[in-house]
């Protein structure tokens, strides 16, 4: 199994490839009962930039390191593609459903890291 960090950074990678927006790391590990480790959420423009961020996360971790998610849901309507890692879990949203779910709010007491966008 890769390490967790490791993983997490090809997600970010990958979401970078595809110029993701607002991307936030939430580090669970410290919070007892956290459903995984890390959550990691971004953002895109319209259906067809979630969509084409959440198949750059998909084959980049697949080609650099080896890993492919368990599962993923979402691909149909490209509002909120969640991929499941195992102890990762990604979102990737369109704005709108970003802010009505506010994840990071909701997680707001686990260490989070913001990372500047991509031009």
């Not at 580090?27 to 084409?52: M, Q, R, T």
């Not at 998909?58 to 890692?85: C, H, L, R, T």
Request: net charge negative; glycine share 4%.
């Amino acid at each position: 199994m890769k390490e967790n960090e490791q993983i997490v950074e090809k997600i970010v990678e990958g979401i970078q490839e595809r110029k993701g927006k607002r991307i936030v790391i939430v580090n669970l590990n410290k919070l007892k009962d956290a459903p995984c480790s890390y959550f990691v959420i971004c953002e895109g423009d319209s259906n067809i930039h979630v969509n084409a961020i959440a198949l750059s996360i998909k084959d980049w971790v697949s080609e650099q390191i080896k890993v492919k998610p368990y599962a993923n849901d979402g691909f149909e309507n490209k509002e909120w593609i969640a991929m499941d890692y195992g102890q990762i879990i990604v979102h990737v949203f369109q704005r709108p459903y970003r802010a009505f779910y506010n994840l990071e709010h909701l997680w707001a007491d686990a260490e989070l890291t913001k990372l500047a966008d991509v031009l």
